[in-house]
């Protein structure tokens, strides 16, 4: 899974957004996440079409949530900016137009969506207002959600005992 920068981009916004009251300008947006008015625009744009935010136009436009920020999840902000978090199995769309020669019978498709469901099952359950609490605390709920395991070891590698004897 790799995480782009304008995924991250959006996210910012979408958070910058939720400290707003869910309400801010564009430029002010901009000027927030240091980046160019441009850019935050097209980024707007793909989460105003993936129904994150909407836009009100005229004098006093701005941008504002389409949801209240405990109901807008990291993964609905994700998935307006790309189709999968995590992106696994070539189509003919990122294959250059050539189909997968094993679109019929795939092993590790299995794989790639397993942890598709298990990422997007965790984002889903992680909202903006969460994102807005301090690192430790996002980092507890994130532990709860999906807990760190220890890496088994593999028979024979330097790091396993072995019994004397």
Same mark, same amino acid.
């Given at each position: 899974?790799? %995480?782009?920068?304008? @995924?991250?981009?959006?996210?910012?916004? *979408?958070?910058? !957004?939720?400290?707003?009251?869910?309400?801010?300008?564009?430029?002010?947006? /901009? =000027?927030?996440?240091?980046?160019?008015? =441009? !850019?935050? /625009?097209?980024?707007?744009?793909?989460?105003? #079409?993936?129904?994150?935010?909407? *836009? !009100? #136009?005229? &004098?006093?436009?701005?941008?504002?949530?389409?949801?209240?920020?405990?109901?807008?999840?990291? =993964?609905?902000?994700?998935? /307006?900016?790309?189709? =999968?978090? %995590?992106?696994?199995?070539?189509?003919?769309? $990122?294959?250059?137009?050539?189909?997968?020669?094993?679109?019929?019978?795939?092993?590790?498709?299995?794989?790639? $969506?397993?942890?598709?469901?298990?990422?997007?099952? %965790?984002? @889903?359950?992680?909202?903006? %207002?969460? !994102?807005?609490?301090?690192?430790?605390?996002?980092?507890?709920?994130?532990?709860?959600?999906?807990?760190?395991?220890?890496?088994?070891? &593999?028979?024979?590698?330097?790091?396993?005992?072995?019994?004397?004897?």
């Amino acid at each position: 899974m790799k %995480v782009t920068k304008e @995924e991250e981009q959006g996210l910012r916004l *979408a958070l910058s !957004l939720a400290r707003t009251d869910g309400k801010s300008t564009l430029s002010d947006l /901009a =000027a927030r996440e240091q980046l160019s008015v =441009a !850019l935050t /625009a097209k980024i707007l744009g793909k989460l105003r #079409r993936g129904g994150v935010v909407h *836009a !009100l #136009r005229g &004098r006093n436009g701005r941008y504002e949530l389409s949801a209240p920020p405990d109901e807008v999840s990291v =993964a609905d902000v994700l998935h /307006a900016l790309a189709p =999968a978090v %995590v992106r696994g199995c070539f189509n003919a769309e $990122q294959n250059g137009g050539e189909p997968c020669p094993h679109v019929d019978d795939c092993s590790l498709r299995p794989v790639w $969506q397993h942890i598709e469901q298990q990422v997007s099952g %965790v984002l @889903e359950q992680i909202t903006l %207002v969460d !994102l807005l609490r301090e690192e430790q605390q996002v980092n507890e709920q994130v532990e709860r959600l999906w807990p760190r395991r220890s890496s088994p070891r &593999r028979p024979g590698s330097s790091c396993d005992p072995t019994p004397s004897g």
